[in-house]
């Protein structure tokens, strides 16, 4: 396939990140529609946000439950709902949320962490947390951006109020997520510039950034970004994929190999590696010697390149 074919099947790939023929499926990491690995990805990020609320040993040992028995975890939460006052009944809330999570029961999840915020009273940093918690359950059903832009922009605001940076940086990346995928790229990319403003070694913003650059046909800063993100998190493979996209983008098609490349033999059996192989495959490089074989299962290449 010629350089200008995949250059322009590059450029018009506008969607959320997968789509057909020579198209990135990882540019901007959302839990937008409820794939297997964004279930995973999204009890992932629920249950090891940094910004967790300050919990008891009760909600410790729940949590702990729900990684290895979320059922009995929802039957501990709800008996502790069902004596729980005030304020207890956020932790109460929390605790079923964690399970339905580990459950991938993400409507149920998405309401207990909203139960959960409106039941922790005045306290807005809690509030703000079970916000971003719910906004992450929303997010993980499809057509929940909506919901998830809405709790979050409430988050954001208990956030600020308590002057918490890293949880107003987590808040705004989430933000960014939500809003590309309700296609407002104008205010994702402002989201983001927040983000890199509070947290400007966050190598995970700069990648975003990038990337929503670069669908916006802003080369030149995507290209600025993605190599503050490899400067910040040099091992991430996303960021490697990502750095060949915008580099054959640019013109730049030996760049764009190397990078593709490089992810290969550093990461490939991750999903970056596969989709990585599977472009050098499809511009006719040999991928390295620890490269996977790209499969329907695994791959762009199976599917027909555009053009």
Known sequence: MSFVLIATALMLQTGPLV?????????LPMIDRPTAPNRRRAVSEITARPERIDDSNKLTHCRETADHDPDAAAQMATDWLSGAKDTQRAEAQLCLGYAYSAQ?????????????R???GDNA?????LGAMAASAAQAQEGGASRALAALDKARIDA??????????AIALDRARALVALKRNDEAAAALAEARTLAPDNGQAWLLSATLSRRMNHLA???????TAARLTPLDPEVGLEAGVIAMLAGHEDAARKSWDSTVKASPQSEAGHQAAAYLQQI????????PSPSPANSASSKPLPG
Request: hydrophobic residues 45%; glycine residues 10%.
């Open 19 to 27: 789509g057909d023929g020579f198209a990135p499926s990882l540019g």
């Open 104 to 116: 991938e029961a993400w409507p149920m999840a998405e309401q207990a962490f909203l139960a959960g």
């Open 118 to 120: 409106d039941a922790a």
């Open 125 to 129: 940093l809690n509030r703000a947390r």
């Open 160 to 169: 600020k109020a308590v002057n918490d940076p890293p949880l107003i940086t």
């Open 221 to 227: 800063d995507a290209q600025t970004q993605i190599q």
């Open 284 to 291: 006719g490089a040999t991928p390295g010697a620890n490269a």
